[in-house]
């Protein structure tokens, strides 16, 4: 089954302490991003990936980091939490998002930060 | 820069009512449209999107929406609503760059 899969679902951490979460998927697309919703403001990006070893800010990057050494995967580091990065986040992938092919969108990871 | 306006943040209707949620946009060039659906608890799912062609786009489970460009509109549309079409719906825009742009999204509730 093509999907995007986050993992934890479900997260909660204190302030400063390091944390990944993974994004990983099977569809061979070479587009990653990483959203972040808040209520109210809708979807905010991260950062996002056009291919391997290729990453750029989003919207929101203060606060996060990225990597993306293989094309399936691309986890979101949170290097020192803050109470503000509580939130529900999504990854999503396309296979060409100039090509009008629109996002594939992982189960969400609802982090929060004490 | 690229925006997207969702006008309606709450929407409450009863079952067989009909339903027009609103999306503009700020672009003057090519975009891609779309709107996703997010069900409580769930990841978003795509509804229709408009790529080219014909500006009346049908999606899944009854919607519809219509691309007026000279309105930069892209406004959601379902005849008879359900109770099972309670969800956030979002309005997306790509307008050819490497992102995808959002609205705030609309709250939908639907009463028996």
């Known amino acids: 089954e093509a999907q995007v899969t986050q993992n934890p679902r479900y997260l909660i951490t204190v302030t400063g302490k390091k944390l990944t979460v993974t994004c990983s998927q099977n569809m061979n697309h070479e587009y990653m991003s990483w959203y972040r919703q808040d209520p109210g403001l809708g979807l905010r990006q991260i950062y996002y990936?056009?291919?391997?070893?290729?990453?750029d800010k989003g919207d929101v990057p203060e606060g996060y980091k990225v990597s993306r050494k293989e094309k399936r995967n691309f986890p979101l580091i949170l290097e020192s939490p803050s109470p503000n990065q509580t939130s529900l986040y999504f990854c999503?992938?396309?296979?060409?998002?100039?090509?009008?092919?629109?996002?594939?969108f992982g189960s969400g990871t609802r982090l929060t930060v004490v | 820069a690229q925006s997207v306006s969702q006008h309606n943040h709450h929407v409450i209707l009863s079952e067989a009512a009909s339903l027009e949620l609103g999306c503009n946009y700020s672009?003057?060039?090519?975009?891609?449209l779309f709107w996703y659906v997010q069900y409580p608890g769930q990841h978003l799912q795509l509804l229709l999107k408009?790529?080219?062609?014909?500006?009346l786009v049908k999606g899944i489970k009854g919607f519809e929406a219509e691309f007026i460009k000279s309105k930069f509109s892209f406004n959601l549309r379902k005849p008879s609503v359900q109770w099972s079409d309670t969800a956030e719906y979002f309005c997306?825009?790509?307008?050819?760059?490497?992102?995808?742009?959002f609205g705030t999204g609309t709250r939908l509730q639907v009463f028996p």
């Open positions: 672009y003057g060039g090519t975009v891609n």
């Open positions: 408009y790529f080219s062609g014909d500006p």
């Open positions: 990936s056009m291919n391997v070893e290729v990453t």
């Open positions: 999503a992938s396309s296979l060409s998002v100039r090509g009008g092919h629109g996002y594939t």
């Open positions: 997306a825009v790509n307008a050819n760059t490497d992102k995808l742009i």
